[in-house]
């Protein structure tokens, strides 16, 4: 019978040869879709939500708020500080404005020379108009291509050549001609151009230094002073004076204020004008220190106006800025601290310092023509530079 084709194949089952492949599980990351295609699921699962990202948006929102308020917290601070200078500006002489010499382009970029004086003006009112006498005189020299401070103490008593008054003591210059012939005095001592000035009035000077919150000064050696004694006459005379003790505290504006004038120590008769002078410059650098560091941005909304109200100046807010940013690439322990001398002497019954011949090389030290180098031996009156400390 001859065979025909069926209508249906037959197929020979047996087992499959080989390793078998297991069944894909569902991936614990994603769930069913809930999608459908005709009866059945389309086999596509939906993704989870992306928590990660949405913390990113969270992260990056809220660095750019404090971005925001810090920035606005800046710009009230500049604006509480330039209110207070404009004021400084107005209580400028005029006649001292004219005596600067121009400043070379940007201070943040340019050398630049700030003669900064102490006065005994006796009211804010009158800073910088030349009344009362010069009893502290600086000039802090900036480089800030080699990222460089300096300061230079002139000490009162040398014997210069005032223009137009002939010989004497330098602070003579600001009680004579107020500071406009203290500027052309300084600068033809020094051979530097005076860009700019700044006049200090002790009588409100401590406010300055309450309103930062009070200095940290590492006092070298213990002090006792009877400087202006703060009591009636009466009880002045048992009074035991001023104390310092050895090493770093924290002073109130009333102590830092004492601490910058002491003239005579009791515990070392050796200390003198220069000693002094040091201790300026120490609560000088103390207070930048702290205006232009993390407190002073913090603050400045608060005490920008307070800072300058002791001064007379022809800085303007913004060339304080600049010149905060220069101090604040200066490291502090490599500022160099300068000062003028000579030889003790009489002359006209005044005792007076004479000048050394070494003052120019100090001079050199101060503009970074030669390296520092300390006082010489032998005499407290020797002229020198350190750096830091």
């Known amino acids: 019978m001859p065979s025909k084709d069926k209508p249906y194949k037959v197929y020979r089952g047996g087992r499959t040869k080989g390793?078998?492949?297991?069944?894909?599980?569902?991936?614990?990351?994603r769930d069913p879709a809930p999608a459908r295609d005709g009866d059945g699921y389309d086999g596509a699962y939906a993704p989870a939500p992306k928590k990660r990202r949405r913390w990113g948006r969270k992260v990056a929102a809220l660095l750019v708020l404090?971005?925001?308020?810090?920035?606005?917290?800046?710009i009230l601070g500049f604006l509480a500080f330039r209110s207070g200078v404009k004021d400084a500006n107005a209580r400028l002489d005029p006649q001292a404005r004219a005596a600067l010499?121009?400043?070379e382009g940007s201070l943040l970029s340019n050398p630049t020379n700030v003669l900064l004086l102490g006065a005994d003006v006796g009211s804010k009112s009158r800073a910088g108009s030349g009344n009362g006498r010069s009893d502290s005189i600086m000039l802090i020299h900036t480089d800030p291509d080699e990222h460089r401070l300096a300061l230079l103490s002139i000490p009162r008593d040398l014997r210069v050549t005032i223009p137009g008054r002939g010989e004497d003591k330098v602070n003579s210059a600001y009680s004579n001609g107020g500071p406009a012939?203290?500027?052309k005095t300084i600068a033809n001592l020094t051979g530097l151009p005076v860009n700019h000035v700044m006049i200090v009035d002790f009588k409100s000077f401590g406010e300055v230094v309450d309103a930062i919150g009070g200095v940290t000064i590492n006092v070298k050696k213990p002090i006792l002073s009877r400087f202006e004694c703060p009591y009636p006459a009466e009880r002045c005379a048992s009074w035991k004076g001023y104390r310092f003790r050895k090493g770093e505290q924290e002073m109130n504006g009333h102590r830092?204020?004492?601490?910058?004038?002491?003239?005579?120590?009791?515990?070392?008769?050796?200390?003198n004008d220069?000693?002094?002078?040091?201790?300026?410059?120490?609560?000088?650098q103390a207070i930048s220190d702290k205006t232009v560091g993390f407190w002073g941005y913090l603050h400045m909304p608060l005490v920008g106006d307070d800072l300058v109200k002791p001064l007379a100046t022809d800085l303007s807010a913004w060339e304080f800025v600049q010149l905060g940013w220069v101090k604040f690439r200066a490291p502090s322990s490599q500022t160099l601290k300068c000062h003028l001398g000579g030889t003790p002497s009489i002359v006209g019954g005044a005792s007076v310092i004479l000048g050394s011949e070494d003052n120019a090389g100090v001079l050199s030290m101060v503009t970074g023509e030669s390296a520092p180098q300390p006082p010489p031996p032998g005499s407290p009156f020797n002229p020198g530079c350190r750096v830091g400390g």
């Open 19 to 29: 390793p078998i492949k297991p069944i894909p599980k569902e991936s614990p990351r």
């Open 66 to 74: 404090v971005l925001v308020l810090a920035i606005v917290w800046g």
């Open 101 to 103: 010499a121009p400043q």
């Open 181 to 183: 012939l203290a500027i």
């Open 256 to 271: 830092a204020l004492v601490y910058a004038r002491v003239r005579k120590n009791e515990l070392n008769p050796a200390e």
């Open 274 to 284: 220069f000693s002094r002078a040091e201790r300026q410059q120490q609560v000088v």
